[in-house]
């Protein structure tokens, strides 16, 4: 049940010996799996007229663990398959919860993606993760397009703890920094999501060549990204939009980052304390008069 036309074919092949209200849970999913892949469990719940807890059974009923899996599935293959606009025209042609704005539906979706997040969590795989990037020379961040976002941010508190952290993000001066990492010292660290940036795929196949150690930051397991990971940590970014949602990958870095930071107490202290003078000097904080 890895794409979409499987999840169907499961749906209708069990048909027949559904309850009543999961058949009315799988004829509002048939009839079009491309935007309810994007419904939170509520909005699916309503259309179906059932309860909440009546689509968690329907998905336990299919084989999943709960609601959030059998949404994931779904979203894997819609995600690869349309595109930007036509994932846009998908989130404006999707019916608006009765009782529910944008903004309280954008809210619900990303405590759906945490969820997905928090119940998959690979924290022995992150501990590794952590170990690599504390005693690493250099930590080489691979992102692109949207993910540049994220790699600023990872770089920014990185920075805090005193590691040597680079951006690379197909700026073709970037190219260098990726030609200076080193198999021994360096450690690599790739966030992509549907759609992959080819920049980020191309980038991890040639570091896989250079025999580097990378880790992934992901969002299903058919991600090209996957394949030339040491490690690769797995959180959704799907929503009923032309956007991606970043709430879990951020999630991911700031744990990260935590980790390392309780690991490095004393010269992350020294560090902000240093860096604290820098910023009194030129002023870089308001201060109030008092």
């Known amino acids: ?134 005693s690493c020379r250099k930590i080489g961040i691979i992102c692109s397009r949207s993910t540049y976002a994220l790699g600023m941010y990872f770089q920014f508190y990185l920075n805090f703890l005193g590691k040597t952290a680079l951006v690379i993000n197909g700026d073709p001066r970037t190219l260098d920094e990726i030609a200076g990492l080193d198999a021994v010292q360096d450690i690599v660290l790739a966030i992509g999501f549907s759609r992959y940036s080819q920049f980020t795929v191309n980038s991890l196949k040639y570091l896989s060549q250079k025999k580097l150690k990378s880790y992934v930051i992901t969002d299903y397991l058919t991600s090209p990204l996957a394949e030339y990971a040491a490690k690769t940590f797995y959180c959704a970014t799907g ?26 107490y004393t010269n992350t202290v020294n560090e902000l304390g240093r860096l604290e003078e820098i910023w009194n000097l030129f002023g870089v904080y308001y201060r109030s008069e008092e």
């Open 1 to 134: 049940m890895s794409d979409v036309p499987n999840v169907i074919k499961t749906m209708m092949d069990m048909y027949p010996q559904l309850s009543t209200a999961h058949k009315q849970i799988t004829d509002v999913i048939v009839q079009a799996p491309d935007t309810a892949a994007f419904y939170t469990i509520s909005e699916l719940a309503r259309l179906a007229n059932v309860s909440d807890a009546t689509v968690t059974r329907f998905a336990r009923a299919l084989g999943y663990k709960g609601f959030p899996e059998l949404s994931r599935q779904l979203q894997a293959v819609v995600r690869m398959r349309l595109t930007t606009k036509e994932r846009l025209e998908k989130s404006l042609t999707k019916e608006p919860a009765a009782d529910s704005d944008i903004i309280t539906q954008s809210v619900e979706e990303d405590v759906q993606n945490l969820q997905m997040l928090l119940d998959d969590l690979d924290v022995e795989g992150l501990e590794v993760c952590v170990k690599d990037l504390l």
């Open 239 to 264: 929503v009923a939009s032309y956007m991606d949602s970043f709430v879990a990958p951020i999630a991911i870095l700031q744990a990260i980052i935590r980790r390392m930071s309780s690991e490095l």
